[in-house]
Structure formats: structure tokens, C-alpha cells
């Protein structure tokens, strides 16, 4: 890769991170600025699901029960200890970690979809026991207390603080990401994925790089959890542990292509875009037309452009006159079977 | 009086456990044949829910005497999804496999909830309804019925793959699909089929349950896991294994909802696929 190219990589994300960093000055509506926090959070979700699901190629489809540690971790330190999320919430991501861990040593060694079903199977017991537990509130759900605020406690009045709290997550979530795919371990979580036997004939720890890329995804994860928990100043099992969340988090990465640092952040403009429109367009929630239309994308990704729409676009660049640079183009390496 | 009891468990256990062995059998067969985990399996059994419920409502047909008109509406679904979507995937990464029939149950699911509602529907009064009491046991006669006809259609589809020349080219594709093409076989052909029948099976199994059973657009969801967990078991491409297997989770799950409290039932038949995949991937009856 040339220092052109590099720079000028630079150069767009600096401008992103302005366009993002300004664009609550456009948008001053509460509810649009919700909708782009929600945008924002999808993002960092799909983004830590990539790091294992994408790069190492192993597809989680239990993402939830991070997303729920994180939420219900920083929570109930908050209720009980009375401690800020600005600690909760990284003990969150210590807690999802060890889950991770735990959960990952035995189902590692299970390939494809029996991973992805282990991982469904898992994250819906959690939410089992968590719907009974009493000292979680069951069903019932958490409520934040509503008598403190300000940076310190991460509870606002208005959408704006939050929205930046939401984008700077984002941003370290990426750069977290960037860091991996730059470094040894992301190579090696290539390996992984797109030649596991070749990768353990060169003395390449699968397990062992299987464990680190879901770690990594679970603790990114959890804090996510925890910042839904300190925006909607309430948590239950359906709202954050559910398969339904799973599966969103997974969506995002994949509908707006797998493997790549920014696809997810597609993705989540793309669902979060189409949940709330559909939504507003065509009146109550439960007409399921959000669902056709995302459903009917997801389809037409998967059997199209397995890359996503990120690895569509960059297609639809190389079949342009003038567009035909090919060097290092990842979307390859992910239409592998 | 203890005994009665767990006699009552174990009966309605085994009665569950014959419709989730018939849900699972279209799974399990669709795996075998050709390597894809299908996620829109529950969806299938929605929808022969509802053609039962329709030809309930809209031509007073029972959903029992309906269920050859609902097994052929759901063959045709199947091989509609597998010749639109499915045949073009065949190739791709698993990532690609697994969101495809995925987006499959998010589309089904959603095209229900847009045209009939999320509402919960009964079936009023079907031909079958009411209790049977054999001594100290009860259980429904449409909850009896439906175990029956798994019972039958189960059966009905092991002599197909066994004993007709279309069937053993079925199971010949599961078993080696690049010698069964050598030997003639076309296996476009057969994919089309083991989605046909699979999809049939799960809508049967729609149909046969629709008596007693609330109809709604997620309903899929609640037999989806637990046919995952049965295909597992059984190991996956078996059909006798998943009907073995179906009977199994069946009483596991009411006799550990009984034993630790129904709201753990789902958790305890998930623990056991976890126990499965680590200790015994292939399952019971399944190829090494």
C-alpha cells in the first residue's frame, strides 16, 4: 500500500469524524438526534461483532448475552454500589470477557453452524435465567435512578451528550479494530478463517486466536450494552438479551459487509435507516414491513454479494472506466468459501 | 398418586415429542442432503398453520381433512424458496447460507404479521377436540391426533426413502452427492425435492397442531430451536434419528419443566444441545 493511498485514507476518515462530529449542529431535532444515536450504536455493535465474526470468520449469532452482561453489569453497580458507569461499564467488559472465555474454550470446537446454533443456544439460556432470577429483577427489568445527572453518572436530559458519548465509542471501537486488522493477530485471524488447516500446520493457536477475537468483541459489546442502559435509563431481558438482538448485530455487519472495518457502520446506517422509516412510513410497529424490507436486502446481499453492500459498491467502482484499481481489494478474501 | 402423575408427564411428553420429531424430520432431511441449515423451518410450519387456519375460516374445511391441501401448498413453498434462493447459494460461504435462510425467516415472518396480523387465532372448534381419559391419564384428543399423524407421515416418509426408486435417489444424494450425479442422478433435481418434502413435513406438522395451537406470525420461533436441538441429537441427515430423538427432547422437556419448573423448560432442552454438540457432535444415529 502506497503513502498516497494511506494518506489519503486518513484524510476521509478525518473528514468523517468532522461530518459526524458536526452534524448535530444540522440536526436539531431530539428525535432525529436519537435516531442518529441509534445509527451510532448500531454501528459499534456491528463493528465488535466483525472483529470475530468477520475477520476470524466465526459467526456469532449470541451477541446478546455480552450486550446484556454490559447493560446489567454497569446497572446493578450503579444501583447497588452507587459507582459511576465510567466504572461499571469497563467491569462489564471484564465480566463478558471471562463469559467469553468460558463460553468460547468448549464451543471453539465446533465449526460453522453448530458454533452459530452453540452460540443462539447459549445467549437464550442466559436470558432464561435471567427472566427468573430475583436478584436481577426478572422480567420485571432495572430502572436507573433518576436523581443524579452529568458526565460523571453518563445520564443527560437532552440527546446531544449522548450522542457524542455514543460517537466517541464508535470511534474507539474502530480504532480498536483498525489496530487488529493491522497487527499480526489480525492476519492471523484470516488465516482462521479462510484457511484454518494451513494455519495450524504453521503452529497457529486456533483456539487460542478464536478466544482473543471474541474477547476483544465481547468487552466492545458489553460496553455497548452499558451505554444502552445509561440512554434508555431502563433494561429488561426482552430489550437486551434477546436473540432478536443477536441477530440485529449481526445483520449490521453482514448487510453492510463482513470482514471490512467500516461495513458495519453501512450497515447500521442502511437497518437503523429502514427500521425507523418503515416504521414511520407505514404507521404501527407490528405491520412487519420493516422486516420485508430488511429481510428482502439481507436475501439479496447474501445471494449477490456475499461481501455485503460495501463490497457491492466496490464492484460497481471496478466495472466503471477509470475505476479499475484492484490492488489489495478484501472483498476477495471474504467470497471464499 | 406420584406415579399417576409422571405417567400424565411422560404421556404428554411423548405426544410433544412425536410433533417435534415431525418438524425436525424436514430439518434433518434438507441438512443431509445438502449441507444447509435451514432457519426458516419454523416458518414453514407458520405458514401451514395458516393455510389450515384460512381453510378453517374462509371454506369451513377442517384443518385434519385439509392437511393434503396444506402439504402440497407448503411442497410448493419449498421448492419456490429453493429454486428463487436457495439454488443460488449452493456455492457461497457458510456466512452467506446461514443469512439467506435467515432473511428467509425474517421475510416470512414478516410478510404474515403485514397480511394477517400479529394477532394470536384460534381454531374454534376443529372435528377433533375435547379430553380422552385412559384411568388416571388425560390428555386432548387434537394433541393425540397430532401425535398419530407425525406417527404416519414420519413413517409414511422413511418407506418413500427406502423402498420407491425417487426416495433412494434422495438418500443416494445425502449419502455421496458426486456418485449419485455419476450415477445419473440429477441433483438440481433432488435439492429441489428434500426442500419440497421438508417443507411439506413442516407444514403437516402446522396443520396437525393448528387444532390446538395458537396461530401467529412468530409461532416458529417457539419449534425452530427445539427442532435444532432434535436434528442435533438425532444427528444431523437421520431420519430415524431425529424421530428418536423428537420423542427424547419431547420428555426432557416436560419432565424438566415438571421436575424444575416450567419456566426452565427452554433452558433445559437448550442445555441439552450445548451437552450434545460438545460431548457427541454427531449425535445418536448420525454419520461419523
Known sequence: ?337 | MTADILIQVLVSGLLIGLIYALVAVGLTLIFGVMDIVNFAHGEFLMLGMYASFWAFVLFAIDPIVALPMTALLLFAVGVIVYQTVIRRILKAPMLSQIFATFGLMILLRGLAQFFWKPDHRLIPHSLVSGNIALGPVQFGLPQFVAALGAIGVTGALWVFLHRTRLGTALEATAIDREAATLMGIDGQKMFALAWGIGAACAGLAGGLIATFFPIFPEVGANFILIAFVVVVLGGFGSITGAFLAGIIVGLIEVLGGFLVGPEYKTAIVLSLLLIVLLVRPRGLLGKA
Open chain 1, 1 to 337: 500500500m502506497t503513502t498516497m493511498t494511506q494518506t489519503r485514507k486518513a484524510a476521509a476518515a478525518a473528514g468523517l469524524l468532522a461530518l459526524a462530529a458536526l452534524l448535530p449542529l444540522a440536526v436539531t431535532e431530539p428525535s432525529q438526534q436519537n435516531f442518529l444515536i441509534l445509527i451510532l450504536m448500531g454501528a459499534q455493535l456491528g463493528v465488535a461483532w466483525n472483529i470475530v465474526g468477520g475477520y476470524a470468520g466465526q459467526v456469532s449469532l449470541g451477541h446478546a448475552v455480552f450486550y446484556g452482561i454490559g447493560a446489567y453489569a454497569s446497572t446493578m453497580l450503579l444501583l447497588t454500589l452507587g459507582l459511576s458507569p465510567w466504572i461499571g461499564a469497563p467491569v462489564g467488559g471484564l465480566v463478558a470477557v471471562l463469559f467469553a472465555l468460558a463460553m468460547g474454550w468448549p464451543c471453539f470446537r465446533l465449526k460453522g453452524h453448530y458454533f452459530a446454533m452453540a452460540t443462539i443456544a447459549v445467549a437464550e439460556i442466559v436470558q432464561v435465567l435471567v427472566t427468573n432470577s430475583d436478584l436481577l429483577e426478572g422480567a420485571v427489568g432495572l430502572t436507573l435512578p433518576m436523581d443524579r445527572g452529568g458526565l460523571g453518572w453518563l445520564i443527560f436530559l437532552s440527546k446531544l451528550p449522548y450522542y457524542y458519548v455514543a460517537l466517541g465509542l464508535l470511534v474507539l471501537t474502530v480504532l480498536a479494530s483498525w489496530a487488529i486488522e493491522r497487527s499480526h493477530i489480525g492476519y492471523y485471524f484470516r488465516a482462521i478463517k479462510d484457511e484454518p488447516e494451513a494455519a495450524r500446520a504453521l503452529g497457529v493457536s486456533l483456539t487460542r486466536y478464536k478466544l482473543i477475537a471474541l474477547s476483544v468483541s465481547a468487552f466492545l459489546t458489553a460496553l455497548g450494552g452499558s451505554f444502552y442502559a445509561q440512554k434508555e435509563m431502563f433494561i429488561d431481558p426482552g430489550s437486551v438479551l434477546a436473540t432478536s438482538v443477536s441477530i440485529k448485530i449481526a445483520l449490521i455487519a453482514i448487510l453492510g459487509g463482513v470482514g471490512r472495518l467500516l461495513g458495519p457502520v453501512l450497515g447500521a446506517v442502511i437497518l437503523i435507516t429502514i427500521e425507523e422509516y418503515s416504521r414511520t412510513l407505514f404507521g404501527s410497529t407490528g405491520s412487519g414491513t420493516d422486516m420485508i424490507i430488511y429481510a428482502t436486502m439481507i436475501i439479496l446481499v447474501a445471494v449477490f454479494s456475499p461481501s455485503g453492500v460495501l463490497g457491492l459498491l466496490g464492484d460497481l467502482r471496478r466495472h466503471l472506466p477509470g475505476g479499475g484499481r484492484t490492488a489489495a481489494e478484501p472483498g476477495k478474501m471474504e467470497a471464499r468459501p
